[in-house]
DNA sequence: AATACACATTTACGCAGCGTGAAGGTCAAT
DNA sequence: ATTGACCTTCACGCTGCGTAAATGTGTATT
């Protein structure tokens, strides 16, 4: 059986170009060549095709393939264990690299969080200062006016500094409930470690602490949905689980 | 701090011959060409090729980084998970690929095994001939000292292609045994197969065919712990399961 | 026989990201 | 003035073809 060129390409799934470029760089000559110029193959050089196609999507390169088939019974065995080694080490380069792409992509995602947190941050100012809330103004009401004025004044003379050192803190947080929601127990250490940073984090915008404040806006994080959203964002539960860890951790539960 | 191309070059560990590509591309631009032609960079350039490099590590492309830089904020996250997507499908067909390399070292293994086969056919020759097993014994006794010897000199006239064949039937006996083997059924279809394919390999060996003597060097397989370990070596049970597919096979059983 | 249309041919640019010259100017020191 | 270490702008080369462009052939239909 022969083929011109376009037959051939058809038979083996390649492109014409391919073959004529097979031809020029001399790893598939065609049998003869025709009156007309054109390229005739035989059955050898679609053995040989099948060959070159075998060790090309072993992801050998021409050149290397030309080197195997040309002395095949020596080189093949050696030549696929040093390809396999490379193909070892470009996998190990990928895996390398698919962890740096993540790393930066958690890297990013924090910073992304944070800006989540900034208008949070203007959320939570919102609350407190244009007395949207029952909780707004049963603090005003629990601890007057001016308390809440100073909070607002306290916030607003937050210097970039502090105000991502508080974002910090609460991207620890964060992470800390994470890993105490895993446990399940809110008077558990974890649990009590995410509370303590939770109240030094209030301490960023209230002017002072107390206790029945922390326990009251903890409550406020599970009854309004906006809070209680933005802590289920992640793993549903984590508003009362914060909520419960805080009770626990203020003395204001058992 | 003001760099020339070398010096910037050096800074960042790249050579100067890409700092230049990168201005041709527009990758980079010099803060500032001097009077003489020369390229200066600044304090803000240095940062820029800080950020060309991470993502170039990360494996970008120099037209995506520019994208990523050009308009930092909005793409950069996106960008990063579709290319961390990129690289997962990369790795998976890398995967894919040593997998593929690996089979076929296997296979080759498989025909440098043949080598070993010669070891086995010179091993077999040697049980027959040598009245060394019992069913070597056994043979001789059923079919008397003629068949053996004619035996022998059908192996030792051999021709070099028949040798040849005759190992390629092996490998085919051993592909088909490994998927009859995965149905389980020795009277399957597929086991049947390869008891006809061993019969026929078992005809390059032996002057003249009988079923007896088939199922007699079938249950030798199990019996004889070096017949048994070699057909076992890839998974254990083939050498029953092969004696279990000859004895249907030549009708002794059942 | 003319036309159409599918095939064939060679030549050559393009792709990514530079490496590696070549041919020539500039700077600082000798 | 010369040297030697810089700098500059071309421009080709690497891989494995894709994709024209320009031109010739083979076969079927009108």
Known sequence: MEYTVQ???QLAGVSSRTLRYYDEIGLLKPARINSSGYRIYGQKEVDCLQQI???????FSLEQIQGILSDPAFDAQQALYQHRQKLLEKRAQLEELILNVEKT???????????????????KKQMITENEMNYGKEVREK?????????????????EKQYEEANALAAEINKTLSMAMKIGDPSNELAQQAAKLHKQWLMYYWPEYNKSAHAGLAQMYVEDERFKAF???????????LRDAILIFTGLKQ
């Open 143 to 159: 601890y007057g006016e001016k308390i809440v004025e100073q909070a607002n004044e306290k916030f607003e003379n937050m210097t």
């Open 53 to 59: 196609l075998f060790y090309r999507e072993l992801g």
């Open 231 to 241: 802590y289920d964002k992640e793993q549903p539960g984590t508003a009362e689980f």
């Open 7 to 9: 037959k051939l390409a």
């Open 105 to 123: 992509i958690a890297f990013k995602e924090r910073g992304k969080q944070m800006s989540d947190q900034e208008k949070f941050a203007g959320f």
